[in-house]
């Protein structure tokens, strides 16, 4: 849908609404942080900006039978005025620690570990990240395993690939 060429994500746009116009659907927007971030940031250039106003203005224009998903991971850098232009705004808060450790018992399933995923102490080391954060951090450390040629997942392993993705987080907020 985002184009390099000049006017031509804005046209795109206008066709995926026409198109969800005229026929009943669920259009979801991944990463729409990417359509709709904050036209007061001095670091964009103009086509940004633009695109964002030409959506703003194709959502306050849209009238047709099809629900519009936005989702991101990135709420605080979207343009203030695309919150009016949704009726409903669902905010999923980090998983608590049961939360915790059934995603830990779904996403290690089949994994030889040498811990239980209903132990507090390895669930809590998962505390305040996202689900997405918990299984990016579970692949990175099931990898290391694979790749270390041993047999059981170890606390150490995810220990390390927590660490390795702090400093990934980190790197984003700096912008890096």
Known sequence: MVS???GETASNLRQVLDFAAS???VVLFDEFDALAKERDDSADHG????VVNAFLQLLDGY?????????TNHESILDAAVWRRFDEVLVF???NL???RRLLACKLRGVRRDFEVDNNEVANLFKGMSHSDVERVLRRA????VLAGVEFLNERQLKSAIRREDGRRARMKRGE
Not at 47 to 50: F, Y
């Open 93 to 95: 808060e980090p998983p």
């Open 23 to 25: 026929v009943p659907m």
């Open 63 to 71: 009238e047709g039978k099809s629900i519009l998903v936005a989702a």
């Open 98 to 100: 049961e939360q915790l």
């Open 47 to 50: 086509e940004l900006k633009r």
């Open 4 to 6: 390099s060429y000049l």
């Open 142 to 145: 099931t990898k290391e395993m």
